[in-house]
């Protein structure tokens, strides 16, 4: 699997964008870049993925760089229930397919 | 709610006993995946299974062993407990085998508690 870089804590006000970096240099062409949030002790959530282009559902955005070497989550209006911690997760190819998490950001928004 | 259920909830027992906990996986979805996360070691992956077959191994020690039944619910069965076992044991499912573009969705996690 890639490895990835995220910053180990972040603060937003809320109302305001949360930017999310992850750096994932040693990406392969086939791999996709998946962010999860957990919210304390609850099951990691799904939020999003994509491969090359950038990506929007109604949790968020993902953009993703021309290269592919690092990626940024959005979430648009931050509010204090995204308080969690923010895994950036690249696929490994194949049939059997785990998630490695690393560390993650935690993003805490603030009043 | 991600759809994926796990029972139960808390678990609190003694070291040297042995627990089962359960997993069912969203409708429709084919693979169910284990992980475990303690205070020290983060989210670890342990198990899969595909459609009944044990698809890929983690990092799951030989005391822990799991199955999934032909309705694709699945079970982690844990022995021998020590302390260290406890944890948040999560299950997630996907539908197919584990494409890189198929997304695994998680439960709401087993809390271990070992004394």
């Known amino acids: 699997d890639a490895k990835t870089t995220q910053p180990p804590s972040m603060d937003c006000a809320e109302g305001r964008a949360a930017n999310l970096p992850c750096n994932h240099s040693?990406?392969?062409?086939?791999?996709?870049v998946y962010w999860y949030r957990q919210i304390h002790s609850q099951g990691p959530q799904y939020i999003i993925h994509?491969?090359?282009n950038n990506e929007t559902n109604e949790m968020a955005s993902l953009i993703i760089t021309e290269d592919r070497k690092s990626s940024t989550l959005i979430l648009p209006h931050a509010t204090l229930r995204d308080t969690a911690v923010y895994y950036c997760?690249?696929?490994?190819?194949?049939?059997?397919?785990?998630?490695?998490f690393g560390t993650g950001t935690r993003l805490q928004v603030t009043l | 709610d991600s759809g994926v259920t796990q029972t139960p909830k808390h678990l609190i027992t003694a070291t040297g006993q042995r627990v089962t906990l359960r997993c069912s996986p969203r409708?429709?979805?084919?693979?169910v995946y284990w992980y475990q996360q303690s205070l020290d070691q983060g989210l670890q992956f342990l198990i899969q299974y595909y459609n009944g077959e044990e698809r890929a191994k983690g990092n799951i020690l030989e005391r822990f062993s799991a199955q999934q039944f032909p309705d694709l619910h699945s079970e982690l069965n844990l022995s021998s407990l020590e302390l260290g076992d406890s944890a948040l044991y999560f299950c997630?499912?996907?539908?197919?085998?584990?494409?890189?573009?198929?997304?695994?969705?998680f439960g709401p996690g087993t809390r271990l508690t070992v004394l």
């Open positions: 040693t990406i392969s062409g086939n791999e996709y």
């Open positions: 994509g491969l090359k």
């Open positions: 997760i690249v696929r490994a190819t194949g049939t059997a397919s785990k998630l490695t």
């Open positions: 997630a499912s996907s539908l197919t085998s584990g494409q890189s573009s198929d997304t695994q969705y």
């Open positions: 409708s429709g979805d084919l693979s």
